[in-house]
C-alpha cells in the first residue's frame, strides 16, 4: 500500500478556534470550516504526475467545496455543496463514484465570511480586484463562490492520459477551449497567495459549472453580469504529499514554474 506524508501549515490565531464551524459530521466531530486541504502540488501535477491514493469519498472528509482532477488526468473536478462533478474533455459534467482517486484537489468546508451583491458587469480583472479588497490581506488564502448570470464564460478540460505520460503542457497544448457565451451557474474555486505558486497555483484557480450541471470546466476567461459573492478566508492549510515513486522522481522545482503555470492554467 502506497503511503502519504502530510504536511501541515498552521498559521491561525486564537480567537479563530473552534469559532467557524457549528456543524458536525458523521463521526460527531466538528469540522474545522474554510480550512484548506490539498492533496499533492501543482508542481508535481506539472511534471506528469497524475496518479494519487486519495480517493473522492476520502476527499469529502476533508471539505465539501472545492476543485481538482482525476486519476490519469481525465478531466477537471468541481466541488459544491459536497457533490463532485467530472468535466470531460467534450465540456460535459456528470457525478461520479467515490472511489475513484485524484492526484490533486484542494478541498475546505466552506463558511462565507464575506458576500457582496455584483449588480453591474465586471470581467475577470474586476471580479478579482472585488474579491481582493473583500479579503484585505494578499498573504492569506481565499475560498471563492459566485453564484449567477455571466455575460460569457470560456472553460477548458484536459483529456484522459496513457502511460507513459507527456508532461502537462504537453497536454495542455491540444487539450480544447469551450466557448459558452452567456449562461447562468457557480463559479468556485480558490485564491492563493504567490509565495505558494509551485505548491499550488498563485492567483485565482476557478472552474464553472451550469445551473443545470451539465456543462463546465476550468474557466480561462469570463465576465459576470449580477449574482452574489461568497468569500471565506484560509489561514489554516494542510497539504498530503504522496510517497510514491512517481512523486519522489518528479522535478518540483524547474526554473520556469511560473511561466509553466501561467501557460497550463490558461492565463
Same mark, same amino acid.
Do not use: W
Given at each position: 500500500?502506497?503511503e502519504?506524508?502530510? %504536511? +501541515?501549515?498552521?498559521?491561525?490565531?486564537?480567537?479563530d478556534?473552534?469559532?467557524?464551524? /457549528?456543524?458536525?459530521?458523521?463521526?460527531?466531530?466538528?469540522?474545522?470550516?474554510?480550512r484548506?486541504?490539498?492533496?499533492?502540488? &501543482?508542481?508535481?501535477?506539472?511534471?506528469?504526475?497524475y496518479?494519487?491514493?486519495?480517493?473522492?469519498?476520502?476527499?469529502?472528509l476533508?471539505?465539501?467545496?472545492? %476543485?481538482?482532477?482525476?486519476?490519469?488526468?481525465?478531466?477537471?473536478?468541481i466541488?459544491?455543496? /459536497?457533490?463532485?462533478?467530472?468535466?470531460?474533455?467534450?465540456?460535459?459534467?456528470g457525478?461520479?463514484?467515490?472511489?475513484? +482517486?485524484?492526484?490533486f484537489a484542494?478541498?475546505?468546508?466552506?463558511n462565507? !465570511?464575506?458576500?457582496?451583491?455584483i449588480?453591474?458587469?465586471q470581467d475577470?480583472?474586476?471580479?478579482?480586484?472585488? *474579491?481582493d479588497?473583500l479579503?484585505?490581506?494578499?498573504?492569506?488564502?481565499a475560498?471563492?463562490?459566485?453564484?449567477?448570470?455571466?455575460?460569457?464564460?470560456? @472553460?477548458?478540460?484536459?483529456f484522459?492520459?496513457?502511460?507513459?505520460?507527456?508532461? &502537462?503542457?504537453?497536454?495542455?497544448?491540444r487539450?480544447? @477551449? &469551450?466557448?459558452?457565451?452567456? $449562461? @447562468?451557474?457557480? &463559479?468556485?474555486?480558490?485564491?492563493t497567495?504567490?509565495?505558494?505558486q509551485?505548491?499550488?497555483?498563485?492567483?485565482?484557480?476557478?472552474?464553472f459549472? @451550469?445551473?443545470?450541471?451539465?456543462r463546465?470546466?476550468?474557466?480561462?476567461?469570463?465576465?459576470?453580469l +449580477?449574482? +452574489?459573492?461568497?468569500?471565506g478566508?484560509?489561514?489554516?492549510?494542510?497539504i498530503?504529499?504522496?510517497?510514491?515513486?512517481?512523486? $519522489?522522481?518528479?522535478n518540483?522545482?524547474?526554473?520556469?514554474?511560473? !511561466?509553466?503555470?501561467? *501557460?497550463?492554467?490558461?492565463?
Amino acid at each position: 500500500m502506497q503511503e502519504t506524508q502530510v %504536511l +501541515k501549515l498552521k498559521c491561525y490565531s486564537v480567537g479563530d478556534i473552534d469559532t467557524r464551524s /457549528s456543524a458536525v459530521d458523521a463521526t460527531g466531530v466538528r469540522p474545522r470550516m474554510n480550512r484548506l486541504y490539498q492533496t499533492s502540488t &501543482m508542481a508535481a501535477l506539472l511534471d506528469a504526475v497524475y496518479d494519487g491514493e486519495t480517493t473522492l469519498d476520502e476527499l469529502l472528509l476533508h471539505g465539501n467545496f472545492g %476543485l481538482g482532477t482525476f486519476n490519469a488526468l481525465d478531466g477537471e473536478m468541481i466541488v459544491n455543496d /459536497s457533490v463532485i462533478h467530472q468535466f470531460r474533455a467534450d465540456g460535459q459534467a456528470g457525478r461520479v463514484p467515490g472511489d475513484l +482517486k485524484t492526484p490533486f484537489a484542494c478541498v475546505t468546508f466552506f463558511n462565507p !465570511e464575506k458576500e457582496y451583491m455584483i449588480d453591474t458587469a465586471q470581467d475577470k480583472e474586476g471580479f478579482e480586484a472585488i *474579491v481582493d479588497r473583500l479579503v484585505n490581506n494578499p498573504n492569506l488564502f481565499a475560498a471563492v463562490r459566485f453564484t449567477g448570470l455571466f455575460e460569457r464564460v470560456e @472553460t477548458r478540460t484536459v483529456f484522459c492520459q496513457c502511460q507513459p505520460y507527456p508532461p &502537462m503542457l504537453e497536454v495542455v497544448a491540444r487539450q480544447p @477551449t &469551450m466557448q459558452l457565451g452567456a $449562461a @447562468t451557474g457557480t &463559479m468556485l474555486g480558490f485564491r492563493t497567495p504567490g509565495y505558494m505558486q509551485g505548491v499550488n497555483v498563485a492567483g485565482y484557480h476557478l472552474h464553472f459549472l @451550469t445551473e443545470d450541471s451539465r456543462r463546465g470546466g476550468h474557466l480561462t476567461d469570463y465576465a459576470v453580469l +449580477k449574482g +452574489k459573492l461568497e468569500v471565506g478566508i484560509i489561514s489554516d492549510v494542510e497539504i498530503q504529499l504522496p510517497r510514491t515513486e512517481q512523486f $519522489a522522481k518528479a522535478n518540483l522545482s524547474p526554473e520556469n514554474i511560473h !511561466e509553466a503555470i501561467r *501557460v497550463a492554467e490558461g492565463g
